[in-house]
């Protein structure tokens, strides 16, 4: 299999079926054999259990360690762990890197000191900076002494950022030349690597103290005369950087917005200290997707779709404890028009349109709300401005898909007073939902939190509660 085809991301599904079908098809000959009664039975027993565990290390040999930490996530634990002795010891590093928190925690558990260190030992300082809090401070301790004075520097400026910012994201493996020699120099110094590093489209052009002159792009090298210096064909002008102290959110931004491959990372001197590539960003933008999923729908973190029942319970209960509290309240709401449910039946059928629409109108407002946030396309001061805007919009939504709904309780129930309660109660709850879904996540911003976490819960618990009585006491009002 060539290289193309192991990293063609069609195959992954492709690859982790053979794998379950190799794991399955070792459970039941294994099975078969272990019953049988034969002479030298234990030696056939085992010789059948190395046979496939051949099999499937070989297929594991040749997959890339995404495509590994892939099957790794999708598999039980115990099919899981197994799969991963099975690993060879070199690509450790890389495959803890690849897989998820929770998984990777399951893995670091199983794994001996001796072992951890090993895994760590081949990974770069960022990477390693990435992988350092989860393994134990023993571990990080003795790897932090095997690596020479340069090592250590690079892991302990790379482990003192944030993990939001542009300093734990950006890596030390850079190609720099200065601006005073040829390009025919600076070809013949490529021409000393085995390999460029990764992401690699341009060259960091820096005098003898390591201060950003420029840039020179590997276009421009290959098609300029080799007799040329670097000062005359470097671009200079325009060249966009990153301090360490940016946040990664806005450099995810830019990326995006001139189509960025690489891009030097200066410290307040202007010395290059590292840079920041596509492939770090696409990682983080992932990893920030992936969070805010989570966070809309009130879980705490990343979980493990195979852990056990009180891990996935205690990532849980936080916000299902706020769910009790919001679905009480609003069940007392209901309870205080008993007597008007009781006299117009209707009103139960009813209820869950008006509730229900608003928590979808209020859903959509907070998302469009939340990822404008995450774009820093929305200050505070605009709150004003988008809250006047979501409730036109709530109040046309209203008045259309209300009166449209009060149309069909009217022919349904007979009733035009219905119809006008269902219409305004329509009308009223989506005016709500709007201004929730402007005021919440910006207040949470204002106060310094995360403005997607528990959104969805927070957003549907006012609109079912605030539907609930606006729906009940209109037709309380003008129909009992």
């Given at each position: 299999m060539?290289?193309?085809?192991?990293?063609?991301?069609?195959?992954?599904?492709?690859h982790l079926?053979?794998?379950?079908?190799?794991l399955?098809?070792?459970?039941?000959i294994?099975?078969l054999?272990?019953?049988?009664?034969?002479p030298?039975?234990?030696?056939?027993e085992?010789?059948?259990?190395?046979?496939h565990?051949?099999?499937l290390?070989a297929?594991?040999?040749?997959?890339?360690?995404?495509?590994?930490?892939?099957?790794?996530?999708?598999?039980?634990?115990?099919?899981?762990l197994?799969?991963?002795?099975?690993v060879?010891?070199?690509?450790?590093?890389e495959?803890?890197l690849?897989?998820?928190?929770?998984?990777?925690?399951?893995?670091?558990?199983?794994?001996a000191?001796?072992?951890?260190?090993?895994a760590a030992?081949?990974?770069d300082?960022?990477?390693?900076?990435d992988l350092?809090p989860?393994?134990?401070?023993e571990?990080?301790?003795?790897v932090?002494?095997?690596?020479d004075?340069?090592?250590?520097?690079q892991?302990?400026t790379?482990?003192?950022y944030?993990?939001?910012?542009?300093?734990?994201?950006?890596?030390?493996?850079?190609?720099?030349?200065?601006e005073?020699?040829?390009l025919?120099v600076?070809?013949r110094?490529?021409?000393?690597?085995?390999?460029?590093?990764?992401?690699t489209?341009k060259l960091?052009v820096?005098?003898?103290?390591?201060h950003?002159?420029?840039?020179l792009?590997?276009?421009?090298?290959?098609?300029s005369?080799?007799?040329?210096?670097v000062?005359e064909?470097?671009?200079?002008?325009?060249?966009?950087?990153?301090?360490?102290?940016?946040?990664?959110?806005d450099?995810?931004?830019?990326?995006?917005?001139y189509?960025?491959?690489?891009v030097?990372?200066?410290d307040?001197d202007?010395r290059?200290i590292?840079r920041?590539?596509v492939?770090?960003?696409?990682?983080?933008?992932?990893?920030?997707s992936?969070a805010e999923?989570l966070?809309?729908?009130?879980?705490?973190?990343?979980?493990?779709?195979?852990?056990?029942?009180w891990?996935?319970?205690k990532?849980?209960?936080a916000w299902l404890?706020?769910?009790l509290?919001?679905?009480f309240?609003?069940?007392?709401?209901?309870?205080?028009?008993?007597?008007s449910?009781e006299?117009?039946?209707?009103?139960a059928a009813?209820?869950p349109?008006?509730a229900?629409?608003?928590?979808?109108?209020?859903?959509?407002?907070?998302?469009?709300?939340?990822?404008?946030?995450?774009m820093g396309?929305?200050?505070?001061?605009?709150?004003?401005?988008?809250?006047k805007?979501?409730?036109?919009?709530?109040?046309?939504n209203?008045?259309?898909?209300?009166?449209?709904?009060?149309?069909?309780?009217?022919?349904?129930?007979g009733?035009?007073s219905?119809?006008?309660v269902?219409?305004?109660?329509?009308t009223?709850?989506?005016?709500?939902?709007?201004?929730?879904?402007?005021i919440v996540?910006?207040l949470?911003?204002r106060?310094?939190?995360d403005?997607?976490i528990?959104?969805?819960?927070?957003i549907?618990?006012l609109t079912?509660?605030?539907?609930?009585f606006?729906?009940?006491?209109?037709?309380?009002?003008?129909?009992?």
């Open positions: 060539t290289q193309e085809e192991e990293l063609h991301p069609d195959d992954v599904q492709q079926r053979e794998v379950q079908e190799l399955a098809r070792q459970k039941v294994e099975g054999v272990h019953r049988q009664d034969m030298r039975h234990a030696l056939v085992t010789l059948v259990h190395k046979q565990e051949t099999a290390r297929k594991l040999e040749e997959l890339h360690s995404a495509d590994i930490a892939y099957i790794l996530e999708a598999l039980p634990l115990e099919a899981r197994y799969v991963w002795d099975l060879k010891a070199e690509r450790d590093g495959i803890l690849e897989v998820s928190d929770a998984v990777r925690e399951s893995l670091i558990e199983t794994m000191p001796e072992e951890l260190k090993a030992e081949s990974l300082a960022d990477e390693l900076a350092a989860d393994l134990p401070p571990v990080i301790q003795d932090f002494q095997s690596l004075s340069e090592g250590r520097e892991l302990r790379a482990m003192s944030p993990e939001d910012s542009v300093g734990a994201l950006m890596d030390f493996d850079m190609v720099t030349v200065r005073d020699v040829s025919e600076v070809l110094y490529l021409r000393r690597f085995d390999e460029l590093p990764d992401h489209d960091f820096v005098d003898r103290e390591d950003l002159k420029g840039i792009t590997l276009e421009t090298l290959l098609i005369d080799p007799e040329r210096e000062a064909v470097m671009r200079s002008e325009t060249v966009i950087s990153f301090t360490p102290e940016d946040e990664a959110d450099a995810a931004q830019a990326f995006e917005r189509d960025l491959i690489s030097p990372v200066v307040g202007k290059v590292g920041l590539t492939a770090d960003v696409v990682d983080y933008i992932r990893e920030e992936e999923i966070n809309n729908a009130g879980l705490r973190e990343e979980e493990d779709i195979f852990a056990s029942v891990d996935s319970v990532n849980r209960w404890a706020v769910n509290v919001t679905a309240v609003a069940s007392r709401v209901i309870g205080l028009f008993e007597d449910i006299k117009l039946v209707a009103l009813l209820m349109i008006v229900g629409i608003g928590g979808n109108s209020g859903n959509q407002t907070t998302t469009m709300i939340v990822r404008a946030i995450a396309q929305v200050e505070q001061s605009a709150m004003q401005r988008l809250l805007k979501e409730l036109g919009v709530a109040l046309i209203g008045v259309v898909w209300g009166g449209l709904l009060g149309l069909l309780a009217w022919w349904l129930y009733s035009a219905l119809g006008a269902m219409t305004g109660a329509m009223l709850n989506l005016l709500l939902a709007a201004s929730a879904g402007v996540p910006m949470r911003q106060l310094g939190a403005p997607a528990g959104g969805s819960v927070m549907t618990a079912d509660s605030g539907g609930f606006i729906f009940l006491g209109l037709a309380t009002l003008f129909l009992l």
